[in-house]
């Protein structure tokens, strides 16, 4: 089975962070509606690229370029396999991923669409994320960029930022959100409404609940009702060594 | 006749009837109860052509793993297995970032239903193309408290590894309820 879906489920700059963060190795084919894309990956780093016409085959941009400007399509379908003989392929994109992908964002005519969990706020708190290895990819950067990623460990939020830097507040998001999709900067836990197992109750009062958790139930009830425990503690053992010995 | 369950979901294509299909291989899995020993109720449930799989604890307590379709998903449907809902697995298809969505709002939906322990599943996570854990944690927004493990669904070794960790789940749940 391959990676396969849309740019609208998941950008090509997600995919080149998820490149990276897998060390993956092989083939992106994108299908566009009049070209086609082509991007060798090896070890998590891009190594060759190009787009074809699809009319007459002919390509029209290879490595450096082909990926700046398939940086640019937000509506294709991808399919990515795994291709382990690419690792001897030559390098053919001397450039660093990170800086291909800033300055894809920066070419934009219009926003990379967000995520949900790229949305920020002002009062998003925000943490610097580990660095690349080489020192290519900052070249990428516009200045105030720059100053975001050496004051954010302090202020945390780009509300406080602002307020320092005197950086309009849209600039400051529009600027933090590239370095975030590029993965220079991550958000932060504090204050994030994130899923967790501890869901408000709706519609169903916390008695039922019990109920229909036993090993819970058996160690929240006090009293008298206590005796149930080592009976419900047993049972639940047993429901684990049961499924171990499948 | 005690019945408890383990929900399994995800959205279309995301691994559910096969992860389900490898419990039942194990031979010894399966129990048919007699009749004489179950309600009509529970009879009706064990029957049901639902994508399920029972494991036999004692001759007295039985575990049905039940496969709940996310897409279309009909909160009925939960309501009736979550009176004696242990817990349940939501399965991510590791390799369809177009579940990314789905799984979300299947993820919200089940919060709101229930406050069941849950753990998610990565399946497909044997293949060399699949996304990262790390990012498939990013997108569905969860929290370090919600396991997330791989899964491969045709594995039993993996599967047994994914009830497991919900059981530990639910026990860490458990402890943190306590405290």
Redesign the interface.
């Known amino acids: 089975?391959?990676?396969?879906?849309?740019l609208r489920?998941?950008s090509l700059v997600?995919l080149f962070?998820?490149f990276q963060?897998?060390q993956?190795?092989?083939m992106l084919m994108l299908v566009g509606t009049q070209e086609r894309g082509i991007i060798s990956i090896a070890a998590g780093r891009l190594v060759d690229a190009a787009i074809i016409r699809s009319a007459d085959r002919q390509v029209t941009a290879v490595r450096e370029d082909a990926i700046l400007q398939l940086l640019q399509w937000d509506d294709a379908v991808f399919a990515?396999?795994?291709d382990p003989n690419l690792l001897k392929r030559p390098v053919r994109i001397t450039k660093d991923s990170t800086w291909l992908m800033l300055e894809g964002l920066r070419r934009r005519t219009r926003p990379l669409p967000l995520?949900?969990?790229q949305v920020l706020t002002l009062d998003t708190p925000l943490e610097l994320a580990p660095l690349p290895d080489n020192d290519e990819w900052n070249a990428g950067l516009a200045m105030d960029q720059v100053r975001l990623l050496n004051l954010i460990g302090v202020y945390r939020t780009l509300r406080v930022f602002c307020q320092r830097t005197g950086i309009i507040p849209d600039t400051a998001i529009r600027l933090a959100s590239e370095l975030v999709i590029v993965g220079l900067v991550e958000i932060g836990?504090i204050d994030v409404?994130?899923?967790?197992?501890?869901?408000k109750?709706?519609?169903?009062p916390?008695t039922a609940?019990l109920?229909?958790?036993?090993?819970?139930a058996s160690?929240?009830v006090a009293g008298p009702t206590r005796r149930a425990l080592p009976t419900k503690r047993a049972?639940?053992d047993?429901?684990?060594r049961?499924?171990?010995e499948? | 006749m005690q019945l408890y369950n383990i929900v399994v979901t995800g959205a279309h294509a995301a691994g559910k009837s096969q992860f389900i299909q490898t419990l039942q291989k194990v031979e010894d899995s399966l129990v048919i109860p007699q009749p004489s020993s179950v309600t009509s109720f529970e009879r009706q449930r064990i029957e049901a052509p639902l994508d399920h799989t029972s494991i036999f604890i004692d001759s007295d307590v039985i575990v049905d793993i039940f496969n709940l379709d996310g897409d279309p998903f009909d909160p009925s449907s939960f309501a009736e297995r979550e009176i004696s809902c242990l817990g349940y697995v939501v399965l991510f298809n590791s390799c369809r970032p177009v579940h990314f969505a789905e799984t979300l709002r299947l993820l919200h939906r089940f919060t709101m239903l229930t406050n069941a322990p849950f753990i998610v599943a990565a399946t497909q996570q044997d293949d060399p193309a699949a996304i990262p854990l790390s990012y498939i944690r990013q997108r569905l927004n969860l929290s370090e408290q919600i396991p997330l493990v791989p899964c491969v669904t045709t594995n039993l070794e993996s599967v047994k590894q994914v009830l497991l960790s919900l059981l530990d789940h639910i026990e860490h749940q458990t402890y943190e309820a306590l405290l």
């Not at chain 1, 109750?201 to 169903?204: F, I, K, L």
């Not at chain 1, 109920?211 to 819970?216: S, T």
């Open positions: 089975m391959a990676l396969e879906g849309s489920d998941m997600d962070r998820i963060l897998g993956k190795t092989g990515f396999r795994h995520q949900p969990h836990t409404p994130v899923i967790s197992g501890t869901p109750p709706v519609g169903q916390d609940i109920q229909a958790q036993p090993v819970l160690r929240v049972l639940f047993a429901v684990v049961r499924i171990r499948l």
